[in-house]
């Protein structure tokens, strides 16, 4: 079992909140991602890492920023929430031929 | 640039009859990973399947196999026995080793199987 996790994992915020979403792994991976995914829809990579001081934008444009002080822990913050972020963030990390993934982040801006 | 493309939004089978799931890639990289993933409805991410560009043989896990043909780019997914729980959305995903290590997925196939 993966031993990555999310919280929180339902979140409903007002419009222009700050917001961060936890992502941490025990497995010691260098490699971390966070996407986005609208409910049946697919991923979209908006942020990864390949380890510590080290984060790039994904494909899709996003508000959103990411940080990564330490290997195990790669949070994401949006700094004024919009009904437009509303959506499901999943965490995953890598290692040999296996993408772990969180369980994901629920994320209702009203 | 990568992309993985899954031209099928919905599929449906019959429980016990196998089903195979499309997906192509492009990439310029000789090195890559090409995933499987299962989402039920309740959204967490299982693992199905890996296969490596330079695998000799195509992968298999259980009632899943993988149709790799390297020359096509085509890595399709081949369920067989389908079950009632194999109900769910599947996504394929490719990873470029010597890159920039970005994973990125194609836009899912929803599988129905029924009774």
Known sequence: EADIYQTPRYLVIGTGKKITLECSQTMGHDKMYWYQQDPGMELHLIHYSYGVNSTEKGDLSSESTVSRIRTEHFPLTLESARPSHTSQYLCASYQGNTIYFGEGSWLTVV | ?115
């Open chain 2, 1 to 115: 640039a990568q992309k993985i493309t899954q031209t099928q939004p919905g599929m449906f089978v019959q429980e016990k009859e196998a089903v195979t799931l499309d997906c192509t890639y492009d990439t310029s990289d000789p090195s890559y990973g090409l995933f499987w993933y299962k989402q039920p409805s309740s959204g967490e991410m299982i693992f199905l399947i890996y296969q490596g560009s330079y695998d000799q043989q195509n992968a298999t896990e259980g009632r899943y196999s993988l149709n790799f043909q390297k020359a096509r780019k085509s890595a399709n997914l081949v369920i067989s026995a389908s079950q009632l729980g194999d109900s769910a959305m599947y996504f394929c995903a490719m990873r470029e080793r010597s890159n920039t290590d970005k994973l990125i997925f194609g836009t899912g196939t929803r599988l129905q199987v029924f009774p």
